[in-house]
């Protein structure tokens, strides 16, 4: 069984579009994330949901926006796709503060054309 | 800002070496956690050391933290061709875990 599953795993799309990716996690995790990963490896955090409320919203643009329908469920919805968000975007989960590790999925690698 | 920069940012070895990759991070933490990513995939969480602990051992895995340096370190003993893959430290300053731009080490058969 897939711990944190994410879809699709891959999503080519043109400037202006908008486009969603979901992520699922069955561990019984209360915190799920969103991490974008740049052509460096860079990860960066982009939204924390803790039982199904907003913790944590770095600065990103306001095109993104999250939503987690439940505590196993944050899917994320992105406006008018820009070509520099073009990277990998990971969902991850954990128990509260993740002291015992975030469980990550495997990725969504998205192209904007 | 970036938390957590890792030293080097590539390390090529042959088998059976040990592989020893550096992370540094900027504030104080209450814990900083190491993970491996395997080309194409998700990360994969290794150990997690605790800011009032030094050193801390699982498997082939040693982890080493030096609070006043801000600094931890990974080394992996007796590498194997599977041990092929980036490894990221993160650090928890606050209510989140910020991590590096990690090492991709190379283990050569």
């Known amino acids: 069984d897939t711990a944190v599953s994410q879809t699709p795993k891959y999503l080519v799309t043109q400037m202006g579009n908008d486009k969603s990716i979901k992520c699922e996690q069955n561990?019984?995790?209360?915190?799920m994330y969103w991490y974008k990963q740049d052509s460096k490896k860079f990860l960066k955090i982009m939204f924390s949901?803790?039982?199904?409320?907003?913790?944590i919203n770095e600065t990103v643009p306001n095109r993104f926006s999250p939503k987690s329908p439940d505590k196993a469920h944050l899917n994320l919805h992105i406006n008018s796709l820009e070509l520099g968000d073009s990277a990998v975007y990971f969902c991850?989960?954990?128990?509260?503060?993740?002291?015992?590790?975030?469980?990550f999925g495997s990725g969504t690698r998205l192209t904007v054309v | 800002s970036q938390q957590g920069e890792e030293d080097p940012q590539a390390l090529s070895i042959q088998e059976g070496e040990n592989a020893t990759m550096n992370c540094s991070y900027k504030?104080?933490?209450?814990?900083l956690q190491w993970y491996r990513q395997n080309s194409g995939r998700g990360l994969v969480h290794l150990i997690l050391?605790?800011?009032?602990?030094r050193e801390k051992h699982s498997g082939r895995l040693r982890v080493t933290l030096d609070t006043s340096k801000k600094s931890s370190s990974l080394l992996i003993t007796a590498s194997r061709a599977a041990d092929t893959a980036s490894y990221f430290c993160?650090?928890?300053?606050?209510?989140?875990?910020?991590f590096g731009t990690g090492t991709s080490l190379t283990v050569i058969p």
């Open positions: 991850a989960s954990s128990h509260s503060e993740g002291l015992l590790g975030y469980t």
């Open positions: 504030t104080s933490i209450n814990n």
């Open positions: 949901y803790n039982n199904k409320e907003l913790i």
């Open positions: 993160a650090s928890r300053p606050s209510n989140q875990f910020y």
């Open positions: 561990l019984g995790h209360d915190t």
């Open positions: 050391i605790r800011s009032n602990e």
